[in-house]
């Protein structure tokens, strides 16, 4: 069974950069799809970005594109997250996860959590001055 360990958060101002990781062991994550959630005070969790297993395609939620950058080391075994140009409504417990590739990306991704069998406990990132 594949587990998750999220790092990489912290607190840092608005503008500025951090890059989370999303380590795996007992399993392989090329075989996966990877998927980075987030979960804010009081809302509920959304979807930030996901990575392809077959070719590294890449999709982002609206409010992250062009800032945020998701990319995977297989050597590593290992899923990044570059976020750049922070805002304070970035502020969240960011989690990731795994799950098999079993249709096309976009409508994976569309439809939600169920689709990802595997998490992390998350990590917290806080954008504030």
């Known amino acids: 069974q594949v587990q998750l360990v999220e790092s990489g958060g912290g607190l840092v101002q608005p503008g500025g950069s951090l890059r989370l990781s999303c380590a795996a062991s007992?399993?392989?994550?090329?075989?996966?799809?990877i998927g980075w959630f987030r979960q804010a005070p009081g809302k509920e969790r959304e979807g930030v970005s996901c990575?392809?297993?077959?070719?590294?395609?890449?999709l982002y939620a609206d409010s992250v594109q062009g800032r945020f950058t998701i990319s995977r080391d297989n050597v590593k075994n290992t899923v990044y997250l570059q976020m750049n140009s922070l805002k304070p409504e970035d502020t969240a417990v960011y989690y990731c996860?795994?799950?098999?590739?079993?249709?096309?990306?976009?409508?994976?991704?569309?439809?939600?959590?169920?689709?990802?069998?595997?998490w992390g406990q998350g990590t917290q990132v806080t954008v504030s001055s």
């Open positions: 990575i392809s297993s077959h070719d590294d395609s890449a």
């Open positions: 007992g399993g392989t994550l090329d075989y996966y799809v």
């Open positions: 996860a795994a799950g098999a590739e079993n249709q096309w990306l976009p409508r994976l991704w569309a439809s939600g959590e169920s689709n990802f069998d595997y």
